[in-house]
């Protein structure tokens, strides 16, 4: 328990509120690898404390960065809920319960991590590689007046990396990858450099003149963006405000058979595991489309009350302890069967390697348009420049029209919320050039 967070919910009590005190200390390190050498490193260290108050049927909240022991905090948050419409009852605090272990969280980058980015930052002849490495490190207190106050630490590795080719055109990729540690990072760079250094120079071709194909292959780093646009659907206070095309179908199709949507902050597989959410809530496994068939979703502590349901351990807070909203933790997307990422006999692949940007989407109706660019893949396993397509569809009908997977899973991240999908086999969507 920290003097603040005391000061603050005695403060509170002396003006006849309830309250609830979140502290958040985040160290963040990061370095930036380019042409064999450390381009430059750096170290910040952020804190904030929110504080939330109920007092006669109305709820009010404040933040300060950085966080410390002032009474105007108090004052503002009483303030700001006799402003607010409609009365709040201060919700029962979530029961502690044994901790589980954590994984220790990482704490920056050694000599020898930073050398290995800096030789890989290298690059081939006529390829210009940049690397840019975070790690993340962030302690957590959260205190409800009244019950026992909980920490935890957490933290996450991530690698960007951009690689440029020169040939008779200018081909580029990017992608991130996710970690627990640094050297599970480190150690995915190697792949990550010689993989994307090689749909590049495919790029800095010529394009074919012709792109006739049989199937197409979106790959995850594009269908994890594309997934990520309809991820609030699957979420309560979206069908509480009206804006999930999925409320009232719990139980029905909304999906393929053998598709499954998981919510898992406990996966050995998410790169940011924590054991409750930012309103205490204890994080656990949520099926939220199995075998095709819609069975939920996810809600925060004031969401899930509002419908009737428990929380689903979904509430997290803003990088400055914005007041929290619902949010996935680990939310994989598992589509039907593993066909690989290779051309079926007789059939040229289309493979869409990535997403240029939105020319339009709606997160609602599921509607996009993007900009992308594609390798077609012969019989022989040879990859040729297929040039900038346009890739058009409405992601909720494409999870009705995916054959399969190709088994490599991509990760985005927004904040402390992280979306996975494997690259999958469709026939969905409308392709132009």
Not at 33 to 52: D, F, I, M, N, P
Request: glycine share 12%.
């Amino acid at each position: 328990m920290s003097d603040v967070s005391v000061f603050l919910t005695e403060e509170a009590a002396r003006r006849g509120a309830d309250a609830e005190v979140w502290e958040s200390t985040q160290e963040i390190h990061e370095l930036v690898c380019r042409e064999g050498a450390v381009e430059r490193q750096s170290e910040v260290t952020a804190a904030a404390t929110a504080l939330t108050v109920w007092k006669d049927g109305t709820e009010g909240y404040a933040v300060r960065m950085p966080g410390r022991a002032d009474p105007a905090l108090v004052d503002t948050a009483l303030a700001v809920g006799r402003a607010l419409p409609g009365g709040q009852s201060p919700p029962a605090a979530a029961p502690a319960g044994p901790a589980p272990e954590e994984p220790p969280a990482p704490s920056g980058f050694s000599t020898s991590a930073a050398g290995r980015l800096s030789t890989l930052s290298a690059g081939a002849p006529g390829v210009d590689v940049e690397l840019r490495a975070r790690a993340d490190r962030t302690h957590v207190l959260l205190h409800r007046a009244g019950s026992t106050p909980r920490a935890r630490t957490t933290g996450t590795v991530q690698l960007q990396t951009r690689v440029t080719a020169k040939g008779e055109r200018v081909g580029f990729m990017a992608h991130q990858v996710f970690g627990r540690t640094v050297e599970s990072v480190v150690e995915a760079a190697d792949r990550e450099v010689a993989s994307l250094t090689g749909l590049a120079r495919i790029l800095a071709s010529e394009p074919v003149a012709d792109c006739s194909y049989a199937d197409v292959l979106v790959d995850g780093r594009v269908m994890v963006k594309l997934f990520a646009l309809v991820a609030p659907a699957f979420q309560w206070d979206s069908v509480l405000e009206g804006r999930s095309p999925l409320a009232d179908r719990v139980g029905e199709r909304v999906a393929v058979a053998g598709l499954e949507l998981v919510d898992d902050p406990s996966s050995p597989d998410c790169p940011g595991p924590a054991a409750w959410d930012d309103e205490g809530t204890p994080c656990r496994r949520t099926v939220l489309v199995e075998d095709g068939v819609l069975r939920g979703f996810l809600g925060s502590r004031r969401t899930a009350a509002a419908s009737g349901v428990p929380s689903t351990g979904s509430g997290r807070r803003g990088p400055s302890g914005e007041m929290a909203t619902v949010q996935p933790g680990f939310l994989a997307l598992r589509p039907g069967p593993l066909l690989g990422d290779g051309p079926r006999e007789g059939r040229p692949l289309l493979k869409v390697v990535q997403a240029n940007g939105a020319h339009t989407s709606n997160g609602i109706t599921g509607d996009f348009s993007i900009g992308a660019n594609a390798v077609l893949v012969g019989g022989d396993g040879t990859g040729r420049n297929a040039g900038n397509i346009t890739l058009a569809g409405n992601v909720f009908e494409l999870l009705h029209r995916i054959d399969g997977h190709d088994g490599h899973t991509r990760v985005n991240r927004g904040h402390h919320s992280f979306v996975a999908s494997p690259g999958v086999w469709t026939s969905g969507l409308t392709v132009g050039r």
